[in-house]
């Protein structure tokens, strides 16, 4: 009704048309139909669904009526498609795939059009639009559409059978509130490299960090070639993206308090030997106490800077020297020592170990994690209880050891169950503490309980912190080429502790075998010069 006179304007009839429900077997595409399989001229089959319809129409059937026009001639008597072809292809598709299960299947909507009867240019004019101008929705609708559908209340059995049918999957339905939250242009930019709602959230935690896309498109890509489902190259280059974020907020962090702080903030440097700057820890008070950044704060040189390596705050002093600072003993000596590549070189070792160190930290957390999937897989292969049984039933020091700590916590993370010994101390743990666990699992995934026990083993006594460093223990290498055949993949300085781990036993191998040989020659020279020959000669 019109606000402005309070008079309802005369409505205009669209067209002359009735609802149905029709079987889509009984239908018939109309030759005027402006949309055509283009397969066989070079083009496209646009006249099947995609999966996204196909799933749509599988779960909840055609939603949208198909229009349709009695027919003429040889075919009077049918119903044509004028538009809804696609939707029709995938409700033939669902009724085959119903019958097949003996299951019934459903109609189609329908609005038949009498008015179309025998009127072509009509009929082709109607289709011809309603094909040129229909505009998809954007992927950001999409993600909306996924993250409204995640936060609202309904059962859960309803709200998957729902996504499913907008073509999601349960982990990408959660994954829509993060996605979301992407820019344009990075949203943009992920969807061009083909990142699913899954990748594009797990992207947008680490979006600030420099060179994140080429990253993750770099690690996808790996994935994919080598045919890893498990995308473990994605979830190291993630786990590394995830920590240089949190480095980057703590440095960000830091500044901030010392910016609020009102202090100079200077660039970080490997080393201050050569510039007017010192660390305060390289200085001494005129009393010869170490200065602190207490006792320092009154200097015109009071400065600090922030180590980009782990964000920890470096007080120094910006003119040492001028404001009559002595340096320690320590550091007078660093300066007349180690001078040149040397020097050079030892920093480039520290450096080295830092950033292995870190990585080797980083990648225990994406390999807890496939341990824990493996321990849910529905069957074994056949590496698994070789490994098992070995460990079990061997006489490895380090197994003893392990079951001496009385740990259960990596076990439990495994299992996906929580510790049932954590907080409790070693006069208060739980005797039995995965007897539940155990009385619900079958005898047939029994070896989930005993592998998450060995992995658990594994990992204390053979993956610590410096397990990468020096000579590498040969269960080390067993443990990760285990792993890796079962579908994990290496990070970076994994793969490389397994290379250098082979290496150093080849180079023993070499060893032993030419000790034996040469043991074999000093035994035959010994025969040879008659002095093991008498024994023999008085046997006889």
Partial sequence: MSTATGIRPDAVEGFAGRFVWVDPHDLVVDPYNHRKNRADQDGEDTTQPDPELQASVDELGVLTPLVLRPQEGEREGKLGIIFGQRRNNAALAAANKAKAMKKPYRLVPAIIRDDLAGVDDAALTVSFIENKHRRQATVRDDIEAARQLSLMTIPKARKIRNARAMGFKPAELGAASKAAQLSDKSLAEAIEEDFNLVELAEFQEVEG???ALWTLKRAKTRDQREDNTKRGHWKHALADLRAEKELNDKRAERAAELTAAE???????????????????DLLTDDGAPH????????????????????EVIWLCTAWHRHGHPLTADAATKDTSQAGPDKEAAKAERRLVIANNKAWRQAREVRADFIKDLCQQPEASTRVWPLILSMITGTSYAYENYISRKRTDLTARFLGVEDPNEGNNQ?????????????????????????AHVA????VEHMDDAAWR????????AWLTF??????????VEAETVAKGRAQQEEQDVEARQDDEQGQGEDAGDSE???????????A
């Fill in 209 to 211: 960090v420099e060179d």
């Fill in 263 to 281: 202090v100079t903030i200077v660039d970080w440097r490997w080393n201050w030997s050569d510039t007017t700057t010192r660390p305060l820890t």
């Fill in 292 to 311: 602190t950044p207490q006792t320092h704060q009154t200097c015109p040189g009071h400065a600090a800077c922030v180590n980009p390596s782990d964000a």
């Fill in 427 to 451: 006069w208060t743990r739980v005797g039995d503490p995965f007897g539940a666990v155990i009385a619900r699992t079958s005898p047939g995934r029994v070896w989930r309980v005993l592998l």
């Fill in 456 to 459: 658990a083993a594994y990992e």
């Fill in 470 to 477: 020096n000579h590498i223990n040969v269960q080390t290498v």
């Fill in 483 to 492: 792993l890796q055949t079962e579908g994990y993949a290496l990070s970076t």
């Fill in 529 to 539: 010069d008659g002095q093991e020959r008498e024994p023999l000669a008085a046997a």
